[in-house]
C-alpha cells in the first residue's frame, strides 16, 4: 500500500500539527483567564495604571523574575511611605485645642492691649504739650515766668552690696504645672526687682536654669534678663551654683560686710528648739528633726517652712537657697528631702516666733527674698515679717496679738454707743406706749360700767346687755367672777 500524505497548510507545515497548536493555545488562554477571575483584586494604587498594558509572554517572565523583586519592594516602599504620612500627622486632643486656641486669642488682645497703651501715652504727651502752651501763654500775658509742674522723681539710694547669697533653686519643673511656670517666672522677675532696689542688696543667682523657664525668659520676655545686673544664672545644680557664689563673695566685688552682719559671726545662727508643737495634722507631714552630720556644709541653708531648725540671723559669706517651686502644697518636703540628700543645713524663719499666723507659713519666693532684705535694713524680724507678709494671712505679732489696735477700740466704742443708743430708744418707746395700754383700758372699763341689766321675762336669767343693747353671751369679766359668792357643796 502507498503512504497517505498529510495534507499541508500554506506555510508547508502539517494542518493536524497546527490544529493541536491552536487547541493547546486556547487552553491555555481559558486557564489564564480562569486564574485571573479566581485571583483577588490587586490593592496596589499603581494597578489603575497598569490595567490599559499588554499581559507579559511566557518567555519574558523568566527575564522579568529578578526585576520583580524590586517592583515589589517599590510597591510595598510606596504602600509603606504612604501609610507612614498618613500617621505622621498627629490627632490633637480637645484640650490641647483649647490651649492653641486662647494662646492665639491672647495674642491677639496683647496687640490691642498694645496698641491701646501706645495711643493711651500719646495722648498724655499731647496733653501735656497743650498744658505747657497754655502755660507759657498765661505767664506771657501776665508779665512772669512759667510755672511747670514736674513730676517727683524717687530718690537714688545708696546701696551697699553685701557678701551674702540667695540661690533660687529651679529644678523643680517637673512638678509644676504650665501656668505655675508662668508666676515662678515673675516672682523671679520681682526678687530681681526687689534686690535692685534695696539698700543692702545680695548676690542673686538662679540655679538649674533651663527648660521652659530659659524658654519663656528668651521669647515672650524677649532676653530681658540677660541686661539684669548683680545676677547670675546656671545650669547646674544649687550646690554649684553655690561654689561660684563663694568664690564671688571672697573675692574684691564680694561686698562689705555690715555692722549687723558681724555682730552674731561668733555664735550659731541656725537653732533648733527643744519642743516642737506639731498639731496631728502636722505630724502627718513634717520631717522627723534629725540632727546634723559633722560633715555638713554649713556655709549653705536650705529655706524651707518644713526644716526643724530655725533661721535666727543672716551670716556673711553663706549662700541662703529658696525653693523655686509653685506647688499649691502638693509636694510635702521636697526642699527638705533634697537638702538632706545633698547633706546642706536647712532651716525656716522665725514667723512662729514673732507672729501668730491664721495660715499657713509657706510664702512665695519674692517674699522669702524680701523678707531677707527687710532684715538687712531694719535687724528685726517683726518689723520685716509686718512689712512684707500679704494681710490676708491673718498674721499679728505677738505682742500685739492681746492688746487691740487702734481701729478695733474705735470699732468697740463705736459699738457700745450705738448699744447704749438703741437701749435709750428701746426704753423711750415703752414709755411711750404705756399710756396707750391705759387709754385702751378704758373705753372697755366703760363698757363694762355701761352695761344694763335685762328687764322682763329674761330678769330672772342674769342675761346682760351692753350699751348697744345688744346680748352678751360670753362669760363674765373676770372681777365679777371673783365677786360673785362661791357656793358650796350640798351636804
Not at 504602600?79 to 498618613?86: F, H, K, L, R
Not at 533651663?210 to 520676655?221: A, I, S, Y
Not at 474705735?410 to 396707750?436: C, F, L, Y
Amino acid at each position: 500500500m502507498e503512504p497517505v500524505e498529510e495534507p499541508l497548510d500554506a506555510d508547508g507545515g502539517s494542518l493536524e500539527t497546527g490544529a493541536a497548536e491552536k487547541s493547546e493555545i486556547q487552553s491555555r488562554d481559558n486557564l489564564d483567564r480562569a486564574a485571573q477571575i479566581q485571583s483577588p483584586a490587586p490593592t496596589n494604587k499603581n494597578f489603575a495604571a497598569e490595567r490599559g498594558q499588554k499581559r507579559p509572554a511566557d518567555d519574558d517572565l523568566d527575564s522579568e523574575d529578578e526585576g520583580d523583586g524590586d517592583y515589589a519592594n517599590g510597591a510595598n516602599g510606596d504602600a509603606s511611605q504612604d501609610a507612614g504620612t498618613e500617621t505622621e500627622v498627629p490627632k490633637l486632643s480637645k484640650n490641647k485645642l483649647r490651649k492653641l486656641k486662647r494662646q492665639k486669642m491672647w495674642e491677639v488682645k496683647k496687640q490691642e492691649k498694645k496698641g491701646m497703651r501706645k495711643e493711651k501715652r500719646h495722648q498724655q504727651q499731647e496733653r501735656k504739650r497743650l498744658e505747657r502752651e497754655a502755660e507759657i501763654a498765661a505767664a506771657a500775658a501776665e508779665g512772669r515766668e512759667p510755672v511747670f509742674r514736674e513730676t517727683p522723681r524717687r530718690q537714688p539710694i545708696s546701696a551697699t552690696k553685701v557678701p551674702v547669697s540667695v540661690i533660687i533653686d529651679c529644678q523643680f519643673e517637673k512638678y509644676m504645672m504650665e501656668k505655675e511656670l508662668v508666676s515662678l517666672a515673675s516672682q523671679i522677675t520681682r526678687c530681681y526687682s526687689d534686690n535692685r532696689n534695696a539698700q543692702f542688696p545680695v548676690h542673686m543667682f538662679i540655679s538649674s536654669y533651663g527648660g521652659q523657664m530659659k524658654e519663656r525668659f528668651e521669647t515672650v520676655l524677649k532676653n530681658q534678663h540677660k541686661h539684669w545686673k548683680n545676677v547670675h544664672f546656671s545650669q547646674d545644680d544649687f550646690v554649684e551654683a553655690a561654689a561660684e557664689a563663694k568664690s564671688l563673695m571672697q573675692s574684691p566685688e564680694g561686698g562689705q560686710v555690715i555692722e549687723l552682719l558681724s555682730q552674731g559671726e561668733e555664735g550659731d545662727s541656725v537653732s533648733m528648739p527643744e519642743t516642737t508643737n506639731y498639731t496631728k495634722k502636722q505630724l502627718k507631714s513634717a520631717p522627723v528633726p534629725e540632727p546634723e552630720a559633722d560633715d555638713v556644709d554649713k556655709s549653705i541653708v536650705y529655706l524651707t517652712a518644713d526644716s526643724p531648725y530655725t533661721l535666727d540671723r543672716l551670716e556673711p559669706n553663706t549662700c541662703y537657697i529658696i525653693g523655686g517651686i509653685i506647688d499649691k502644697n502638693r509636694e510635702k518636703g521636697l526642699c527638705y528631702k533634697i537638702a538632706r540628700q545633698k547633706n546642706v543645713r536647712t532651716a525656716k524663719l522665725p514667723i512662729g516666733d514673732f507672729m501668730v499666723m491664721q495660715s499657713r507659713h509657706v510664702l512665695t519666693t519674692n517674699h522669702v527674698m524680701e523678707i531677707m532684705l527687710r532684715w538687712l535694713e531694719t535687724g528685726d524680724w517683726g518689723t520685716a515679717f509686718m512689712n512684707v507678709i500679704p494681710t490676708r494671712k491673718g498674721g499679728k505679732l505677738k505682742g500685739d496679738e492681746e492688746t487691740p489696735e487702734v481701729g478695733e477700740e474705735q470699732s468697740e466704742e463705736a459699738g457700745k454707743e450705738v448699744e447704749s443708743k438703741t437701749d435709750a430708744i428701746a426704753t423711750e418707746d415703752t414709755e411711750m406706749t404705756r399710756p396707750n395700754v391705759t387709754q385702751s383700758k378704758e373705753p372697755v372699763a366703760q363698757e363694762q360700767q355701761g352695761v344694763a341689766e335685762v328687764e322682763g321675762d329674761n330678769s330672772e336669767e342674769g342675761l346682760q346687755k351692753n350699751s348697744l343693747d345688744q346680748q352678751r353671751w360670753s362669760a363674765p369679766p373676770v372681777e365679777q367672777e371673783a365677786e360673785a359668792p362661791t357656793s358650796g357643796t350640798a351636804s
